[in-house]
């Protein structure tokens, strides 16, 4: 195990962002200077639970982060200062709510079955004013946006310092592209062992909107924040290996290069597929972006129902390439950990039980969607979502009781509020009833 504070003399880190991340996705730190993190890596960093999103009380006692060292990342833009991830324990034993140590049991549990799980992200982002009001390039205006290079190289200054920072920390970036919105961007790097993917994208998230604005912007990864554009997903591309990361399991001979595993893992995807919604589709805002109507690009780019195809971005889940597919059911809101531990039960559960993930659809769901008989359509919004997770006892379980239990009552306080609150739109519509 690295020495943090070894480290810290090595590479002049005077401060230590000891984190961990709460069920609603927020990261939540201590900063720690160098002298203690000694103490901190043996005894943990400590905070009261009920501070953050986690369903516990003032009476519980000190929660203690305890850091791991192999997630540590000196910030390139400040150097003095390193953020680690950690471990939230409580009385001698890992909190089974907090979704890192979710994401750690599914990963054991993986390991168990001989199989350990490979992903990469694509986290969408607008960049936007500083005040939040509109997207940050006035003159970012066409219909269809995507790949515009006068609109990407405007923004060139944001872009390439956040890419140079992924090289300089190892990450293998390989692609920025502005999106299918005014304003929306995405930067792709190498796929790796999901615990280390779900670490660098919590810390892509905080690095993003910190270089934003230092650059006088605002960074959203919000999942619809435009009426009329296209919202920010975060598509995942995954795949199961032997632990050792030599072998991909998922690799096989059909036509569309899946194994019978892939298939199994796939089918559970497919019978989750309602439930995975509140968890990957986290917010009130989640269900503005999957059953929305067109954008002003032409298409949301966002799937409305459980299916799945070949290389077609219509469908909740794409096969782009042998060997591994693509869940894009996912939005810019979804917590990091949660998001890869539920794609990993599900698709485990898929596995233990042979689950057939039924017949591939190889049509424009947008178009013809409506000509398949069976295919589930995909919650209408949160408290449905909530409701489908609640429902599916099996996913539940798989991702742990006291998981579910706190994200489910955490979650519907949050929708309870949200139906307590007027909206302009009822004050226009209805002020005159």
Known sequence: MTELAEWAAEKGVRFFLCNFTDLFGVQRAKLVPAEAIAGAQEGGAGFAGFAAWLDMTPAHPDMLVMPDADS?????????????????WMDGEPVA??????????VAKANDMGFMMQSGVEPEFHLISADGSGISDARDFHEKPCYDQSALMRRYDVIAEICSTMIELGWGPYQNDHEDANGQFEINWDFGPCLQTADRHA???????????????????????????????????????????????????DEMGLSDTAYSFLGGLMAHGQALCAITNPTVNSYKRINAPATLSGATWAPQSVTYGGNNRTHMVR?????????????GA???YLLQAA???AGLDGIERQLDPGKRLDIDMYTEGHKVRGARKLPLNLLDALRAFQKDKLLAGIMGDEFSDAYVKLRTREWN????????????????C
């Open 334 to 336: 979804a917590n990091p």
């Open 203 to 253: 810390f892509f998230k905080f690095m993003v909107k910190e270089i934003a604005e230092k650059h006088g912007f605002r960074a959203t990864f919000m999942p619809k924040p435009f009426t009329d554009l296209t919202g920010n997903g975060c598509h995942v591309h995954h795949s199961l290996w032997t632990p050792d990361g030599k072998t991909c399991v998922f690799d096989g001979d």
């Open 343 to 345: 794609l990993l039960a």
């Open 417 to 432: 509020q949200y139906c307590q609150h007027l909206t302009q739109w009822e004050q226009d519509t209805t002020l005159d």
């Open 319 to 331: 096969i782009p390439d042998k060997g591994r597919m693509e869940f894009r059911l996912a939005d």
């Open 72 to 88: 540590a990342i000196q910030l390139p833009w400040k150097p003095e200062v390193a953020w680690v991830a950690g471990d939230p």
């Open 97 to 106: 709510q907090a979704p890192r140590n979710v994401l750690k049991s599914l």
